[in-house]
């Protein structure tokens, strides 16, 4: 069964400052991995989408890779800016492509001005 | 493109009662996906329809059902409710590049 952490569970950091949010999986036999991100009471937003075949994907200030042999997938954001508080989650799709994605609890941002 | 939509936005029922929540996926996407949200147990997944099929079932109780129209639109029931069903429910339609996209969710408040 395939269980995804988030750690840390949250995070505060002041306005400027790069930060790397961290997802661990434990069946590497992963179709895809997706970062997203939810703002209070709202649905999600999705952020990137790395193949399994894939090592990095980027937009703008976000920078997401893929180990997957170690079960590990990072999301890099940088220059933070108080906008970017939310809570950002990785979901793990199974290899198969079938079946459910199983997504981390997440990990809150807190950017201060 | 619109994105998925989720109706009602928001719900109030008591204990016993069912309801039905409906998504409309973006145009094009034959996928919907629905998950259940709480403080306590985080995302997890209802199940998933692919064509009018159920294509895969999550561990809830048979009181949680859905099914899909031929247009793609999902729809969601839960029949008896309980307090403990008080929750977000997102529904997300997946792209042909696997992308899963989000609507704004139902907020349901079961009393």
């Known amino acids: 069964k395939q269980e995804v952490t988030q750690i840390p569970a949250a995070l505060s950091v002041p306005e400027g400052e790069n930060l790397v949010l961290n997802c661990s999986f434990t069946?590497?036999?992963?179709?895809?991995l997706q970062w997203f991100r939810q703002d209070p009471g709202k649905g999600l937003t999705s952020l990137l989408l790395?193949?399994?075949?894939?090592r990095e994907q980027t937009s703008g200030r976000l920078n997401a890779s893929l180990d997957k042999s170690s079960g590990r997938s990072t999301l890099y954001i940088a220059a933070s800016q108080p906008g970017d508080s939310a809570t950002y989650l990785c979901?793990?799709?199974?290899?198969?492509?079938?079946?459910?994605?199983?997504f981390g609890d997440g990990t809150t941002l807190t950017v201060k001005p | 493109k619109a994105g998925v939509t989720q109706t009602p936005r928001y719900l109030i029922k008591t204990r016993g009662q069912q309801v039905t929540l409906s998504c409309s996926p973006i145009?094009?996407?034959?996928?919907v996906s629905w998950y259940q949200q709480t403080p306590g147990q985080g995302l997890q997944f209802l199940f998933e329809?692919?064509?009018?099929?159920?294509?895969n079932k999550g561990n809830f109780p048979g009181r949680f059902s859905g099914r899909q129209f031929s247009n793609s639109r999902s729809e969601m029931n839960v029949s008896t409710l309980e307090l403990g069903d008080s929750a977000l429910y997102l529904c997300?339609?997946?792209?042909?590049?696997?992308?899963?996209?989000f609507g704004a969710g139902t907020r349901l408040s079961v009393l």
């Open positions: 997300a339609s997946k792209s042909g590049e696997n992308i899963q996209y």
């Open positions: 069946d590497s036999a992963i179709y895809n």
């Open positions: 790395i193949q399994s075949s894939q």
């Open positions: 979901a793990v799709r199974p290899g198969s492509n079938a079946g459910k994605s199983t």
């Open positions: 145009s094009g996407h034959r996928s």
């Open positions: 329809y692919f064509s009018e099929t159920q294509r």
